[in-house]
């Protein structure tokens, strides 16, 4: 078994990970009370990092409600651009290389903040966050989703600041929320706004939600990837000879190499896998869906890409062969240019992987 600190060393991509999801428990504790946010429900570091922890077990509805806290204490620029760069040195120090950071310009706005000045000090952030670790030897590049909620109607405004800010480090848009009862059918002028605008974009579907939800960010809504996708699992049959049968629509996902966005341990959490060993990305892994290994929200599941993999390693005996490929189809996926995908495959994520297993013989 591939030891912890192989796995920590290893090159990491995450494509799904929420801002406001990943903050230290120190920070939300100092930011509460530099700006006299009071609704914390414990003021000491190890109670309310053990809350988030625990309060989140077994239904997205309540997972989300944690996010009132985080956000709370991110409505200003001094705010916004220390959680963004400690977000980039976090996830360095874990090994990431490249990472799509997520946040909704929306919920940022309660004392005054226009969307512009909510992106501009995020991406100040990240920009703070890669020069300190690439100062500390551990370098990351770090760019930003601008997400939508699906609750909400500002959801094409969303998508042409998207527009406006693909060369400022924005690669695409994603919406979020609770899915049961806001289809993403309900957006649609923003994903055609995008489309005709030749701009990336993922949805999240098929988390809490089944099938429909996918087929309807797909079909309907032409998205790039799927943010969870997890419930695809739904379409596909194991036989009793073992055999496997897809059904359409996973048929239709796999042919077309359409990125899961998986996320086992919030998913875990938030009651759509009973358990990691019992979690679909081991079949989906074997039925060579493109599947990319994910955090979700690294504060609420208390979890890190070396904790995932780890995870999966003790699931499902996996290799660092099997490490490499989630990480290569997680670069592959990415909404950065061909080439520069290419480049980081090429020049950190393979020669990484290939240093590691020869020093471990594997």
Same mark, same amino acid.
């Given at each position: 078994?591939?030891?912890?600190? @192989?796995?920590?060393?290893?090159?990491?991509?995450?494509?799904?990970?929420?801002?406001?999801?990943?903050?230290?428990?120190?920070?939300?504790?100092?930011?509460?009370?530099?700006?006299?946010?009071?609704?914390?429900? &414990?003021?000491?570091?190890?109670?309310?990092?053990?809350?988030?922890?625990?309060?989140?077990?077994?239904?997205?509805?309540?997972?989300? $409600?944690?996010?009132?806290?985080?956000?709370?204490?991110?409505?200003?620029?001094?705010?916004?651009?220390?959680?963004?760069?400690?977000?980039?040195?976090?996830?360095?120090?874990?090994?990431?290389?490249?990472?799509?950071?997520?946040?909704?310009?929306? /919920?940022?706005?309660?004392?005054?903040?226009? &969307?512009?000045?909510?992106?501009?000090?995020?991406?100040?952030?990240?920009?703070?966050?890669?020069?300190?670790?690439?100062?500390?030897?551990?370098?990351?590049? @770090?760019?930003?989703?601008?997400?939508?909620? !699906?609750?909400?109607?500002?959801?094409?405004?969303?998508?042409?600041?998207?527009?406006?800010?693909?060369?400022?480090?924005?690669?695409? %848009?994603?919406?979020?929320?609770?899915?049961?009862?806001?289809?993403?059918?309900?957006?649609?002028?923003? %994903? =055609?706004?995008?489309?005709?605008?030749?701009?990336?974009?993922?949805?999240?579907?098929?988390?809490?939600?089944?099938?429909?939800?996918?087929?309807?960010?797909?079909?309907?809504?032409?998205?790039? !990837?799927?943010?969870?996708?997890?419930?695809?699992?739904?379409?596909?049959?194991?036989?009793?000879?073992?055999?496997?049968?897809?059904?359409?629509?996973?048929?239709?996902? !796999?042919?077309?190499?359409?990125?899961?966005?998986?996320?086992?341990?919030?998913?875990?959490?938030?009651?759509?896998?009973?358990?990691?060993?019992?979690?679909?990305?081991?079949?989906?892994?074997?039925?060579? %869906? !493109?599947?990319?290994? *994910?955090?979700? *929200?690294?504060?609420?599941?208390?979890?890190?890409?070396?904790?995932?993999?780890?995870? /999966?390693? $003790?699931?499902?005996? &996996?290799?660092?062969?099997?490490?490499?490929?989630?990480?290569? *189809?997680?670069?592959?996926?990415?909404?950065?240019?061909?080439? =520069?995908?290419?480049?980081?495959?090429?020049?950190? @994520?393979?020669?990484?992987?290939?240093?590691?297993?020869? =020093?471990?013989?594997?």
């Amino acid at each position: 078994m591939i030891s912890p600190a @192989v796995i920590k060393a290893v090159p990491k991509v995450v494509l799904h990970d929420h801002l406001d999801g990943g903050l230290r428990v120190k920070t939300i504790l100092e930011l509460a009370q530099q700006h006299n946010y009071a609704a914390l429900p &414990y003021d000491n570091e190890e109670q309310l990092g053990n809350w988030f922890h625990t309060a989140v077990q077994g239904s997205l509805e309540i997972y989300l $409600e944690t996010f009132a806290h985080t956000v709370g204490v991110m409505q200003t620029p001094d705010a916004l651009q220390r959680v963004s760069s400690e977000c980039a040195q976090d996830l360095a120090q874990d090994g990431v290389v490249y990472a799509e950071i997520r946040f909704a310009p929306e /919920l940022h706005t309660a004392k005054g903040l226009s &969307y512009r000045e909510v992106i501009d000090n995020v991406l100040l952030g990240f920009a703070q966050g890669e020069a300190a670790a690439r100062d500390a030897g551990k370098p990351i590049r @770090v760019v930003a989703l601008l997400t939508a909620m !699906r609750m909400a109607d500002v959801s094409l405004e969303i998508a042409k600041l998207v527009v406006e800010y693909r060369d400022r480090g924005v690669v695409g %848009f994603d919406i979020a929320g609770k899915e049961a009862g806001y289809p993403p059918t309900e957006h649609l002028e923003a %994903f =055609q706004y995008l489309q005709r605008n030749n701009a990336h974009f993922t949805i999240h579907a098929g988390e809490a939600f089944g099938l429909k939800s996918i087929w309807e960010a797909i079909q309907f809504c032409g998205t790039e !990837r799927l943010g969870h996708g997890v419930r695809i699992i739904d379409d596909v049959t194991v036989n009793t000879d073992g055999s496997v049968t897809l059904g359409d629509l996973a048929a239709y996902v !796999r042919d077309r190499r359409i990125p899961l966005e998986l996320c086992p341990k919030s998913n875990v959490d938030t009651g759509a896998a009973a358990s990691i060993a019992k979690h679909p990305i081991g079949l989906l892994r074997k039925l060579n %869906f !493109r599947v990319t290994l *994910n955090t979700d *929200n690294r504060l609420m599941s208390d979890t890190s890409m070396s904790a995932e993999m780890t995870s /999966l390693v $003790e699931a499902f005996d &996996y290799s660092l062969r099997d490490l490499e490929w989630l990480t290569v *189809n997680g670069m592959k996926s990415s909404f950065l240019p061909f080439d =520069q995908r290419l480049d980081i495959i090429n020049k950190v @994520v393979k020669p990484g992987y290939a240093r590691l297993r020869e =020093q471990v013989g594997s």
